[in-house]
């Protein structure tokens, strides 16, 4: 039954043209949907069940699992869509407990923090971790950057297929456009040795190879920052050299952020928002950062300006009161804890 239906699936996430990272993210949450129902006899068609179900599922997430809310949104979406898109059938009305929405401050490193741990990132990461900084690229946008998206003479990259499916621009370091221009050589000789070895193919966004068949050849559309080996596309079977891989990016800027001895957690998705906050910091206003990180909403934006309003004039400019206690001795360890 489950091949059968995943078949199902994937046949309209294709032709819907959802994300690869959506299509892993919905179908994890529909098997776990049918696995929590499955009982003793095997597993039940979703078919055989309806709203009451589902209501029953998304609770034990936000009861028992204690998932936060973006994750139960996200189980929400991915059961909507099985039925309503795959099975082209109503589950009908639910009201689940639904997990509490919490809101956090996003970690933002100072301009001195981002340089260490830049400096602490080996080549040619280093350059992908300074687009994501310089530009305000998630991740997956950085390491799927092509050869045709760098404009050197407008000092701008475009990013394409971001989140929601939607290109944007957004401005090129100018400080980087010698070591851009040098990948970009680097990356045509490396094409030329593949295209000399019978390969040089790369996936093409939809149908577009259609329209062009020799596109998924040419320079252009080629990853800058390419993985070290050739691969096979899960999608067409067909083989050729994919981007550096997200986790290979993202284990270096732990690593780094370890060695220039920052204490918090540090991801790559830390100079995304470091990006954000040192903007506003300069002055420029929120519809422009929004528009620059791609956000559908100015809500999505404005948790930056909660950042900068409590480092400028908010909670951090209070002074402690232990500050101002008298006979206290200075600074120093007060105890030795037990061993």
């Known amino acids: 039954m489950a091949s059968v239906l995943h078949q199902q ?190 390969e040089g193919w790369v996936e093409l966004p939809f149908a577009f190879e259609r329209k062009s068949p020799r596109a998924a050849w040419s320079l252009a559309w080629q990853y800058l920052f390419a993985a070290a080996d050739l691969s096979v596309d899960p999608v067409s079977d067909r083989r050729g050299r994919w981007h550096i891989h997200e986790s290979t990016v993202q284990k270096a800027v732990t690593a780094a952020a370890r060695a220039a001895g920052i204490t918090r957690r540090v991801t790559s998705h830390v100079f995304r928002h470091s990006f954000a906050t040192h903007l506003l910091e300069d002055g420029y206003d929120i519809r422009t950062i929004q528009t620059l990180l791609g956000h559908s909403h100015v809500e999505t934006t404005m948790i930056y300006t909660h950042v900068v309003e409590q480092a400028a004039r908010g909670v951090l400019r209070v002074r402690s009161p232990l500050d101002s206690l008298d006979g206290l001795e200075g600074s120093g360890p007060r105890a030795v804890l037990p061993s």
């Open 9 to 198: 699936f994937v046949a309209v996430v294709r032709r819907r043209h959802l994300a690869r990272r959506t299509e892993k993210a919905y179908w994890m949450w529909i098997i776990a949907f049918l696995r929590f129902h499955r009982g003793s006899d095997g597993w039940r068609h979703p078919r055989s069940m309806g709203a009451a179900e589902v209501e029953a599922f998304l609770s034990h997430l936000a009861v028992e699992r204690k998932v936060a809310a973006a994750t139960q949104n996200q189980a929400l979406n991915a059961i909507v869509f099985l039925y309503k898109q795959v099975l082209e059938i109503d589950p009908g009305s639910f009201h689940a407990v639904r997990a509490r929405p919490s809101r956090r401050l996003p970690t933002v490193l100072s301009r001195r923090e981002v340089s260490l741990v830049i400096n602490e990132i080996p080549p040619p990461i280093r350059l992908l971790a300074e687009l994501m900084y310089g530009g305000g690229l998630r991740v997956g946008e950085a390491c799927s950057v092509r050869v045709m998206d760098i404009d050197l003479d407008r000092l701008q990259l475009t990013v394409r297929r971001g989140k929601g499916d939607k290109d944007r621009v957004t401005p090129l370091p100018e400080r980087l456009v010698d070591p851009l221009r040098a990948i970009i050589d680097a990356r045509r000789i490396r094409h030329a040795a593949d295209i000399e070895a019978g």
